[in-house]
């Protein structure tokens, strides 16, 4: 590409041919090998970012195992995941931050990096604040306690087709269709193939992602994302609320239920196993049947099951990650 002149396109100056940047190839540059398919470019940026023992290569591992750290914990060692140079933040933790990326760089295993954090006591912490952390480190930058968030749009919309009972299982395939309908929702057509299958699944349009995801702080596809935000506000409750999609699987996850356990009581529990992973609390057991025996008279049972379940759904013990 020739290198523009004050920027104008009209005005060409020098064409400038494809190198790695000097900062990173350290006077190495390997030659792009063209064939008839392509000119080779990128593979000769990928060879040439992953040169072993280069600088370049552990800059490449640094940054992914921050991305995956910060997947894990909501931040990532070095808090601008897009700016690891002089410019962007310290890491909290460097001797963690190197230990990190040349057990990634040693044969680039990233289920096994994935595996050691999920391991490590950082991790298997609980959220519960301690007065001295408090004090020490009120912000948990050092990771005293495992830091309290919410998931993800994907891990909401696909954790309640799960305790529904009702996700589809495709692993592989085609991506399922989701088209905008009158109303302006976009979501895909749950009575097609694929319709309940996990959201990785799911056709995203850059000015077209699924409505729920949206809702839920899902990235639009139009920049790129290295961090996703994360807020509250009044659409999503009205959605887990009024939504066809929430609605569906309340009723989903009560028809599984009542045909597991005739006995009340004991499906009151499962409901609460299956949504939240622990049996109720003496005061959330006498909640729930006091909304179960209100919203029967409106409702009826069935009717007021389904309401039980989707509340669960849309409670914060279902939505945030301790």
Not at 23 to 39: F, H, I, N, S, Y
Not at 121 to 142: H, K, M, V, Y
Request: hydrophobic share 40%; net charge positive.
């Amino acid at each position: 590409m020739p290198l523009l002149k004050r920027g104008n396109p009209k005005t060409p100056g020098e064409p400038v041919p494809p190198h790695m940047p000097a900062v990173l190839a350290r006077g190495m540059q390997p030659e792009p090998r063209r064939t008839d398919a392509t000119p080779g470019r990128r593979l000769a940026l990928a060879n040439g970012l992953f040169v072993r023992g280069s600088p370049q290569e552990g800059l490449v591992a640094r940054v992914a195992a921050n991305r995956v750290w910060q997947h894990y914990f909501g931040t990532g060692l070095v808090s601008t995941p897009d700016n690891l140079g002089v410019s962007g933040a310290r890491p909290s933790n460097l001797a963690l931050m190197d230990a990190l990326a040349a057990r990634l760089a040693s044969g680039w295993d990233m289920k096994g990096l994935h595996r050691d954090i999920l391991l490590s006591a950082a991790f298997r912490q609980a959220s519960t604040p301690r007065e001295e952390g408090l004090r020490i480190d009120p912000s948990n930058r050092l990771l005293w306690r495992f830091p309290l968030r919410r998931l993800d749009a994907e891990s909401i919309r696909d954790g309640m087709l799960a305790v529904a009972g009702v996700l589809d299982g495709k692993a592989s395939g085609p991506y399922v269709p989701t088209p905008r309908a009158p109303d302006g929702e976009v979501a895909p057509d749950e009575s097609q193939p694929g319709g309940l299958a996990r959201a990785i699944f799911l056709q995203s349009r850059r000015t077209q992602v699924p409505t729920f995801l949206q809702t839920f702080d899902a990235p639009s596809i139009v920049f790129t994302c290295t961090r996703r935000a994360t807020t509250t506000m009044p659409l999503q409750s009205l959605a887990q609320l009024n939504s066809a999609f929430c609605v569906r699987r309340g009723r989903d996850m009560a028809s599984l239920l009542k045909r597991a356990e005739t006995d009340p009581v004991r499906r009151m529990e499962a409901a609460f196993v299956r949504a939240l992973g622990r049996r109720p609390t003496p005061e959330e057991r006498a909640a729930a049947g006091s909304f179960l025996e209100g919203q029967s008279a409106l409702r009826g049972d069935d009717g007021a099951w389904a309401d039980l379940c989707q509340s669960l759904m849309a409670s914060n013990a279902f939505l945030y990650l301790e």
